[in-house]
């Protein structure tokens, strides 16, 4: 659970404003995520480890160092067995996101120039292993959408959670449309709820609202295989950075892995 393969487009693995030229595998204990205990894979042993398997990926949002990642990283995995979610194995990927404030617009322009790369990524971890689901965060959905319109295999589920792309995106003829069609069943976690993107999103983004806050928008146009989940209005209310703390959510996912009511709207 907290020994997992990282794979780090992040320049010296680590360094958080800056692009890598080729991307790294490490195993990173999740618990004691000190560099020097960092072990060091390569690319191809990495994909051998995971032949056959039911792979996790996991993409962060933007603003985190690699140590809150590794929390977060590790929360999920916890989740992830606590609520019975079916998988073998948890991958996390790591990007420049940045660790400053105001630092949205460079690390979207990083996860933009990231897209291609992380698309060959999935591809190679689908062709290898025998399903893939990916959980986003944040602006981590915008680079795994464009990513997604790359790949040339077969991914499971899709986890939007928080996610910070337009409301319209992925609507039938949209820019992300194609990319959540190439998913079995495209999740999309919503909540008014979240401060993050309620009111700093439509700053960045020119006054457009988000995805994880509205939902899509008109949603009786969205993509046949979304299947929108409401998280609004919890006597807990689910924030923006709320979601890998959040057991209900992870409920969900393990009691919905196929289901039967896409497109749709239900309550959490």
Known sequence: MSLIPIVSSRKRFYKAGEISKDDRVKLVNLVDPRRSANKAILMDKFTEEIKGKHVVILVHGYNNTFEKICDAYLRVSSQLITNKVPHDTVVGYIWPGGTKKLNYWPAKRRAGQLSKRLGKLLTSIS?????????????????????????????????LMAAAVGNYTLTKGMPYANAASKADTTFIFKSKD?????????????????????GPVPADKVVDNALIIDCSNHPDPIKHRSYSRRTEIFSFIGTNQTPDNTPGEVKL
């Open 127 to 159: 062709s290898s292993a025998s399903q893939v689901d990916i959980i986003a965060h944040s602006l981590g959905c915008f680079i795994t959408l464009n990513a997604m319109k790359t790949i040339t295999a077969p991914v499971r589920n899709i986890y």
């Open 194 to 214: 979240d401060d993050i993107l309620k009111y700093s999103f439509p700053f960045g983004e020119g006054g457009d609202n988000a995805l994880g806050s509205t």
